[in-house]
Nanobody
Framework: VPLVESGGGSVQAGGSLTLSCVAS????????MGWFRQAPGKEREGVAT???????LYAQSVKGRFTISKDNAKNTLDLQMNSLKPEDTAMYYC????????????WGQGTQVTVSS
């Protein structure tokens, strides 16, 4: 399932951005979706994910600042990012997986977020 992210950009610390992910094909509402990021020289990490039981998981570093939301009717997944910090600088990826899999099967091409101090 092709996923396309948008909304990245450059902001100053303390600013906000909203990332959006659109699935160009239908994704069943049971699919798990999430946002991941990878900074230069670092491993990819989960930022926020929607689990099959409805649980929302956030990385500790973004709790209270980021909010993930999904619109099943529009096949979109958003990530509202507030109070951005320079350490949030990374390539952000949207991903999806069917509920019977533990690893994410579908990935977008990524959108760059750069936060300056």
């Amino acid at each position: 399932v092709p996923l396309v992210e948008s909304g990245g950009g450059s902001v100053q610390a303390g600013g906000s951005l909203t990332l959006s992910c659109v699935a160009s094909e239908y994704i069943d509402s049971s699919y798990c979706m999430g946002w991941f990021r990878q900074a230069p020289g670092k491993e990819r990490e989960g930022v926020a994910t929607l689990e099959e039981d409805g649980t929302i998981l956030y990385a500790q570093s973004v709790k209270g600042r980021f909010t993930i939301s999904k619109d099943n009717a529009k096949n979109t997944l958003d990530l509202q990012m507030n109070s951005l910090k320079p350490e949030d600088t990374a390539m952000y990826y949207c991903a999806a997986r069917p509920p019977w899999k533990t690893s994410y099967s579908y990935w977008g091409q990524g959108t760059q977020v750069t936060v300056s101090s």
